[in-house]
């Protein structure tokens, strides 16, 4: 039940783009995003939720395919500050976030 | 607004030794989480409260896990007899939606 992220790390250069993704097994009411810093709690990134309702960081963008169970995480134009740890979390319609194993983005500058 | 709080930050415990950690939510947040989380991984629902009424227990937690939220304010999480895979930080998070989570800075606990 816990969703799959990929890839599994990343490592970029300061400006360019990359895509995270997460895979469910099952059918989700809400998808979550978070990044967490090593050594620091997770952060709140955005949720998307059935029906294409989002909430979140206006630099942050995402989509939610309900019917593919699959959610993809876009960063562009990278910066230093996006360094860390993204999880999924995705959420059946019962409160319980179950979270991914994460993905490690690195940028160099 | 002080943010998510928990107590101790750091403990250090003997194997069967019993240690309980406590929650300071975001005044107001109905809503709290509690999370385990290992090395290399995302975290693990442990349970949930809305306010006082804890709705929801994982069943990976064994019955050695027991939380409190009196009267819908802090929250406590004891566990007992403690093993050394109970080595972990332990994260509290509160919400006054089912949307976003204000997670606090954790307890990372060593059972040795």
């Known amino acids: 039940q816990q969703p799959v992220q990929s890839p599994q790390a990343v490592i970029l250069r300061e400006g360019e783009d990359a895509v995270i993704n997460c895979s469910s097994s099952?059918?989700?009411?809400?998808v979550h995003w978070y990044r967490q810093k090593h050594g620091e709690a997770p952060v709140f990134l955005m949720i998307?939720?059935?029906?294409?309702e989002q909430k979140g960081h206006d630099k942050i963008s995402a989509s939610f395919n309900e019917k593919k169970q699959q959610s993809s995480l876009y960063l562009t134009a990278s910066q230093l500050s996006y360094s860390g740890t993204y999880f999924c979390?995705?959420?059946?319609?019962?409160?319980?976030?179950?979270f991914g194993k994460g993905t490690r983005l690195h940028i160099l500058p | 607004d002080t943010g998510v709080s928990q107590n101790p930050r750091h403990k250090i415990t003997k194997r069967g030794q019993n240690v309980t950690f406590r929650c300071d939510p975001i005044s107001e947040h109905n809503r709290l989480y509690w999370y385990r989380q290992t090395l290399g991984q995302g975290p693990e629902f442990l349970t949930y409260?809305?306010?006082?009424?804890?709705?929801?227990k994982s069943r990976l937690l064994s019955d050695r896990f027991s939380a409190e939220r009196p009267k819908g304010s802090f929250s406590t999480l004891e566990i007992q007899r403690t093993e050394q895979g109970d080595s972990a930080m332990y994260l509290c998070a509160s919400s006054p939606t089912p949307y976003e989570q204000y997670f606090g800075p954790g307890t990372r606990l060593t059972v040795t």
């Open positions: 099952k059918a989700l009411y809400s």
């Open positions: 979390g995705t959420e059946s319609g019962d409160d319980k976030i179950i």
């Open positions: 998307l939720l059935k029906g294409g």
């Open positions: 409260f809305q306010n006082e009424a804890q709705l929801e």
